[in-house]
């Protein structure tokens, strides 16, 4: 996660409104401290959407081996 200050956030917002709809998260901090998150907004969810994400995590979890509870869990947090 890349972390900008929150000074640098008001400054660069489009940039890093842009970076977080590609995928990144985006930590916005105030005084040193984590503060905000900036991330991606989710489709709305259907049943096709949720298909698909399912079977997006199944591929990367089985290209990285990661496939046990704990790996699947982790992957939907990214």
């Known amino acids: 996660m890349r972390k900008v200050g929150l000074f640098e956030a008001k400054q660069k ?3 890093l ?3 977080a ?3 990144e998260r985006i930590g916005i901090t105030r005084r040193g401290k984590l503060a ?3 991330v991606s907004a989710r489709p709305e969810a259907t049943p096709q959407n949720i298909f698909d994400e399912i ?3 199944r ?3 089985r ?3 990661r496939l046990n509870i704990e790996g699947l ?3 939907g947090r990214e």
Do not use: P, Y
């Open 21 to 23: 709809s590609g995928g």
């Open 36 to 38: 905000a998150v900036i």
């Open 63 to 65: 290209r990285t081996k």
């Open 73 to 75: 869990i982790e992957e």
């Open 13 to 15: 917002l489009s940039e």
């Open 59 to 61: 591929k990367h979890a």
């Open 17 to 19: 409104v842009e970076r």
């Open 55 to 57: 079977e997006r995590i």
